[in-house]
């Protein structure tokens, strides 16, 4: 099975930082990863598929890039909205979440 | 617009099974695999497994082999799962989304205590 290894696992930032967070795949996933964004109480919302493809309605701050193993995912400005947390999904083979990223406010 | 609309909250005894569903509409339910995840309180996320309504075929997360049956209904166009032996660590919500994980239903909070 592919392991997926995401950091950091929390994120202090201000408002209108750029934050970044990586995934390390245990194999390579031929670009096969997508970015997901989970606040409290809610399912997780797509925000990027296919390394870098933004799913219709994410503001452009979000950026995803990567190949092989690895990959990262970027807010440029981040916004009060964004505080949340962060999974990152290999779908290259079966699936599987990285361990999450908690972006929190400075 | 596609949906996928969960069953209510489960109170279950340990030992017990649940049965939790997952109905989808606003696309053709044969033509994607459904998937189910979990989530206990203030962890991350957990892939259980997936049926491919079209043909039944499934394929599952080994941790959850013998714990987690998936099962889907075409003339009703709802995906199934079914939790057995069930512990305290099956507590949590448990949510099933479509294919590339693209869209989500609301979860399901099955709550395992005596």
């Known amino acids: 099975d592919i392991q997926m290894t995401q950091s950091p696992p929390s994120l202090s930032a201000s408002l209108g930082d750029k934050v970044t967070i990586t995934c390390q795949a245990s194999q390579n996933i031929n670009k096969y990863i997508a970015w997901y964004q989970q606040k409290p109480g809610k399912a997780p919302r797509q925000l990027i598929r296919y390394t870098s493809t933004l799913v219709s309605g994410t503001p452009s701050r979000f950026s995803g890039s990567g190949s092989g193993r690895d990959y990262s995912f970027s807010i440029s400005n981040v916004e009060s909205e964004d505080i949340a947390s962060y999974y990152c999904l290999q779908y290259d083979n079966l699936r599987t979440f990285g361990g999450g990223t908690k972006l929190e406010l400075k | ?114």
């Open chain 2, 1 to 114: 617009q596609v949906q996928l609309q969960q069953s209510g909250a489960e109170l279950v005894k340990p030992g017990s099974s649940v049965k939790i569903s997952c109905k989808a509409s606003g696309y053709t339910f044969t033509s994607y695999d459904m998937h189910w995840i979990k989530q206990q309180p203030g962890n991350g996320l957990e892939w259980i497994g997936w049926i491919y309504p079209g043909n039944g075929n499934t394929k599952y997360n080994q941790k959850f082999n013998g714990k987690a049956t998936l099962t889907a209904d075409k003339s009703s166009s709802t995906a199934y799962m079914q939790l057995s032996s069930l512990t305290s660590e099956d507590s949590a919500v448990y949510f099933c989304a479509r294919g590339v994980l693209d869209y989500w239903g609301q979860g399901v909070m099955v709550t395992v205590s005596s």
